[in-house]
């Protein structure tokens, strides 16, 4: 997958929801001005890019994705660690974290190797899920407890935040295994890296140069 259309869809999915899930709200004060159901695609597809793009400003997906993204960079430096194949002490570990320079080198690695690279789009396909289920979860917590405290009015309002609810959790649940695979396909990545000496030559080279 192109990185344009995973950009594309990190902003245009959390939009989507977004909509839909303040649907209900337009529907019971706006329905009788305008029918929104009667948009051509084209626009529906604009006014989720318009709210995902606020959404995607704001960055409060964060509240779920920086914890674990927390884990799966943490898989990674450790696994580069293991690579380097010497003792890192606290101080070289943080400078290793500064401005994500492991990161850099991870990707040097990659961009070495053509197997690694393909292994990579699993890895960014994943990434949508990782990012997609963290959207909902969220979007839809809040909108429960908006729907649920503000707006108690809207008709059949119990379905609805019962269906908010449940979808959030179990958004939330594919996340943690949308996180755990990652780390897996990750190590598909970095277990060659670990296990090869040129590659792991790379590694160290890096390493080096950043921790001298």
């Known amino acids: 997958m192109e990185q344009k259309t995973?950009?594309?869809?990190?902003?245009?999915?959390?939009?989507?929801?977004?909509?839909?899930?303040?649907?209900?709200m337009?529907?019971?004060?706006?329905?009788?001005?305008?029918?929104?159901?009667?948009l051509h695609v084209m626009y529906i597809s604009f006014i989720s890019l318009l709210l995902g793009a606020v959404y995607y400003q704001l960055n409060i997906q964060r509240i779920i994705t920086k914890p674990s993204h927390y884990f799966i960079t943490k898989n990674i430096l450790d696994k580069l660690i293991s690579a380097y194949d010497r003792e890192i002490s606290t101080e070289e570990r943080k400078t290793l974290k500064y401005k994500d320079a492991y990161?850099?080198?991870?990707?040097?690695?990659?961009?070495?190797?053509?197997?690694?690279?393909?292994?990579?789009?699993?890895?960014?396909?994943?990434?949508?899920?990782?990012?997609?289920?963290?959207?909902?979860?969220l979007i839809?917590?809040?909108?429960?407890?908006?729907?649920?405290?503000?707006?108690?009015?809207?008709?059949?309002?119990?379905?609805l935040t019962t269906f908010l609810l449940y979808t959030?959790?179990?958004?939330?649940?594919?996340?943690?295994?949308?996180?755990?695979?990652?780390?897996?396909?990750?190590?598909?990545?970095?277990?060659?890296i670990v296990n090869d000496k040129e590659l792991s030559s790379i590694v160290k080279t890096k390493f080096d140069d950043i921790l001298k």
């Open 140 to 159: 839809f917590i809040v909108l429960f407890f908006i729907y649920k405290y503000f707006f108690a009015e809207i008709k059949n309002i119990e379905l």
């Open 26 to 38: 337009y529907n019971h004060y706006f329905s009788e001005i305008y029918d929104i159901t009667s």
């Open 168 to 192: 959030a959790i179990i958004s939330f649940i594919l996340h943690l295994i949308s996180v755990k695979k990652h780390i897996n396909l990750s190590n598909k990545q970095l277990n060659p």
């Open 103 to 137: 990161m850099t080198t991870f990707y040097k690695v990659i961009d070495n190797d053509e197997s690694l690279k393909r292994k990579g789009e699993n890895v960014k396909f994943n990434g949508i899920f990782w990012t997609s289920t963290a959207d909902i979860s």
């Open 6 to 24: 995973l950009k594309y869809l990190r902003v245009f999915i959390p939009g989507f929801v977004l909509l839909l899930g303040l649907y209900p």
